[in-house]
Structure formats: structure tokens, C-alpha cells
């Protein structure tokens, strides 16, 4: 069984910052691609940052330059650095981990996080 959790979500005023983290436990022997999407209020989820196990990364073109994705493998953790932030960035963060466990690899997402951000 893996699990993946999300941490660090809240109400920010405009401008301000957040990193959010996310780990993953349980049965892992590899975990391949860690990425963080969104979903606004009443907006379909979309896809914010990736990064890979070889620490390649990509990002949405609404969050470059002011979002950072890293991992750190020996924890099992992704984090989301969100600098800059909008009213827009407002939504339900999830967290997903492309993990090789047993009996397959797979994908696991996590509950997800709540960032507002207001005035």
C-alpha cells in the first residue's frame, strides 16, 4: 500500500509565498515522475509542475518563473515552492507519484491541499 500526503496549504495575501510538500510511504521500491496539479473552483484539474527521478522538470506556462518544483528521493518528497502568488493561484493542490510498488507501478495521488490567496 503507498500513500501520498500533502502539506502546507493556506490563506496568503497576494504577492506573498508557499511551499508545499508532499510524501509519499509505504511499499516503494522506485518513484519515477512527482507532480503537483490544481484545481480551481469549479475549473477542471490541471497540471502545474513535474519533475522527474533524473530531476528533469516542467512547468505550466501561468506558473514559470514564479513556482519551483525539486524532490528530495532520500524522503520520498516533492516540494512546491509558490512565490508571487495570484488570486488565480487559488485551488485544491494534489500531489502525484508515478511509484513502482508491488504488485505494479502506478499512480497514487494524495488528498489534496487548499491555498487561497486574498487580500
Known amino acids: 500500500q503507498v500513500q501520498v500526503v500533502e502539506s502546507g496549504g493556506g490563506l496568503v495575501q497576494p504577492g506573498g509565498s508557499l511551499r508545499l510538500s508532499c510524501a509519499a510511504s509505504g511499499i516503494i521500491f522506485n518513484i519515477y515522475t512527482m507532480a503537483w496539479y490544481r484545481q480551481p473552483p469549479g475549473k477542471p484539474r490541471e497540471l502545474v509542475a513535474a519533475i522527474t527521478d533524473g530531476a528533469g522538470t516542467n512547468y505550466a506556462d501561468s506558473v514559470k518563473g514564479r513556482f519551483t518544483i525539486s524532490r528530495d528521493n532520500a524522503r520520498r518528497t516533492v516540494y512546491l515552492q509558490m512565490n508571487s502568488l495570484k488570486p488565480e493561484d487559488t485551488a485544491v493542490y494534489y500531489c502525484?507519484?508515478?511509484?513502482?510498488?508491488?504488485?505494479?507501478?502506478?499512480?497514487?495521488w494524495g488528498q489534496g491541499t487548499r491555498v487561497t490567496v486574498s487580500s
Open positions: 502525484n507519484a508515478d511509484v513502482l510498488t508491488t504488485p505494479r507501478r502506478d499512480n497514487y
